[in-house]
């Protein structure tokens, strides 16, 4: 299996076919959920591309994944989930138009 790149995460957000940029105004929404699992995931593992992130992105994925209570007490709130994804969203596709992808 390869290391996440930028095209995997812009893969993964243009399967639900919107702009994620005010998906923290969504209402709860099952597919929502299992995209931000889906993109910890992808987050957890190492690459140059998801180094290149900003750390509070990663670590949020870590603790979430690896169970630590306060995190995920955190991300179960609907909110803090679609304002992760959100903020995700604008700073993977910013790097996309500027060709700011790393290998």
Do not use: W
Request: with cysteine; glycine share 6%; charged share 30%.
């Amino acid at each position: 299996m390869r290391p996440p790149e930028l095209d995997d995460y812009m893969d993964l957000f243009n399967r639900y076919g919107k702009d994620f940029g005010s998906a923290y105004l969504e209402p709860e929404d099952e597919r929502f959920r299992f995209l931000f699992d889906q993109l910890c995931r992808l987050l957890a593992q190492p690459s140059p591309f998801n180094l290149s992130l900003p750390e509070p992105f990663r670590t949020t994925a870590h603790r979430y994944l690896a169970g630590d209570e306060i995190t995920v007490a955190h991300m179960r709130v609907a909110e803090n989930r679609h304002f992760m994804l959100s903020d995700l969203f604008d700073y993977v596709h910013l790097r996309q138009r500027l060709g700011g992808g790393i290998r």
